[in-house]
DNA sequence: TCATATTTCTCCCTATGGGGAGATTCTATC
DNA sequence: GATAGAATCTCCCCATAGGGAGAAATATGA
């Protein structure tokens, strides 16, 4: 499944959803990507506060095993 | 054009050469997409210390005209 | 060489992402 | 209802992304 995200909003409910899959708690995802539980709450609760660093995107990507891909027009 | 980025350097390295491409100097792009010149002189240079916000990436993506995608395994 | 534009840097400042610890609320399951 | 796990929240703290202003260093061109 591949999809464009526009907006923090739209990539945190996909990364969220994607932890659901996986039957992995707040607590579990925080202990494998090192990074801790209240980190996480924050960006995945908190509708329209939430910000991110990319070193965090990408801890998060390894552990839930996504591809993140940018595509230039031409 | 679709690549796929594993780490903050290879995106960073990415956006510059769109912006290049795209005959844009700092300056401009910083007026462009609503951050400083030293914001973006600042993740641009510096390797090796680059980092993000999220909400930085999209204002740049909205500029320079990319698209972000996720893609989930399964 | 000289002039101009671009990029990088320094200092200082503010805003905020993320951590620790602990309390509270939601959600199940019995 | 009770007990347990999960999620969210509050405080407080620290590290740092990004801004402003200006200087220095690097192109680029005449």
């Given at each position: ?55 965090t ?18």
């Amino acid at each position: 499944m591949k999809k464009s995200f526009n907006s923090i909003e739209e990539l945190v409910t996909l990364i969220t959803e994607r932890r659901k899959e996986l039957g992995i708690s707040q607590t579990e995802l925080a202990k494998l990507c090192d990074l801790s539980v209240n980190g996480i709450s924050k960006f995945e609760s908190n509708a329209g506060d939430r910000e991110l660093k990319l070193s965090t995107l990408f801890k998060i990507r390894q552990t839930l095993g996504f591809k993140l891909l940018i595509e230039l027009e031409e």
